[in-house]
């Protein structure tokens, strides 16, 4: 008998999926079986076709915003109105926050961060991406998180006039009344960008001229990420320096950290500037498609097998000239 799978969505504000979404999706689609879209949101149209057996919404302006209660509430209820066997959804931080309750609420298991995926089996990395655990879930229901870029994003058109819609009972104690986020400028951390820029410990030391010239190193960073619309990734070393008392980049923080004890990005390119490719550091490249790397040192770490190529230069002259030829080009994302 085939199995029915549930792939749970939270729509955007305009009711379509973003790429995270399209990408575990896609993930879903590849198991076989019955497939069984759930959407949850403010709107649920326009939404994707993905060619299920049947499309199920819970919307309203009480499913708009990321809570508890309501998420919790809509994917338990589209659980149910199912029938499935296995939940897929991907791991964005609205879904890790509640799908182990509702697992627990229907009497299933979970598993999170899933990087590969059979209808018996899920794939994840452990011990800092230093170890690949695959493990597999005879009973059911199994509620599965998969990562973001393990996939190409799912496409399809966006038609549908089938969708069953649910109205689970929810009484709402948290009532959200604004969202702040950072202007465009400021934010450093782009999941989705192209390119990832990554800051090592260099920027911050004494250059040929015997000074340091962390100022410098901000406004050719800052201006590299406005011009291209990358992401900006640090090395453990940079954002430690603040509490040694040294000259640190006051845009970066331990969020910005990539490698064994940060994140582990999946840009389909990288960029490390001032770093040297060390082991604690590579780890966190390793899902990057295509690494080169900027250093001084032609026997540093990204030299011996670890970057795609390496250019042995100075960091800061290279992305002066980079933000000069980006400064004569139409503004444009880099990809």
Known sequence: MAETILFLAHTEADGTLSKATREALACAHALGGDLVLGMVGAKVAPAIDCHAVRYLAVCGEDFAAARYSTDAAAAEALYRAAGATVVVAAQTTRWARVLAGVAQRVGGRVDTHVTQLTQTSATRWLYRQRMEA???????????????????????????????????????RTVVTSRQAPKSEQQTIRPEAGLLFVAGAGWTKKQKDGRTHTD????????????????????????????????VLPFLSHMNQVGQTGST???PKGLATCCHGEEPHVVGWRFIKERRAVNLDPNCGWARGKADVLYVA?????????????EERVPASVG
């Open 265 to 267: 990005p999946r840009h």
């Open 216 to 247: 410098d190193a901000g406004r050719l960073i800052l201006g590299f990420l406005e011009k291209s619309q990358a992401s900006l990734g640090s090395s453990k070393s940079l954002v430690d320096l603040s509490g040694e008392g040294q000259a």
């Open 134 to 172: 695959v493990s597999s879930r005879p009973g059911h229901p199994w509620f599965v998180l998969v990562e973001s870029g393990i996939a190409p994003a799912f496409t399809g058109s966006y038609t549908i006039d089938n969708i069953e819609q649910y109205s689970p009972g929810v009484s709402t």
């Open 314 to 326: 100075d960091a800061f002259e290279v992305m002066e000239r980079v933000n000069a030829l980006l």
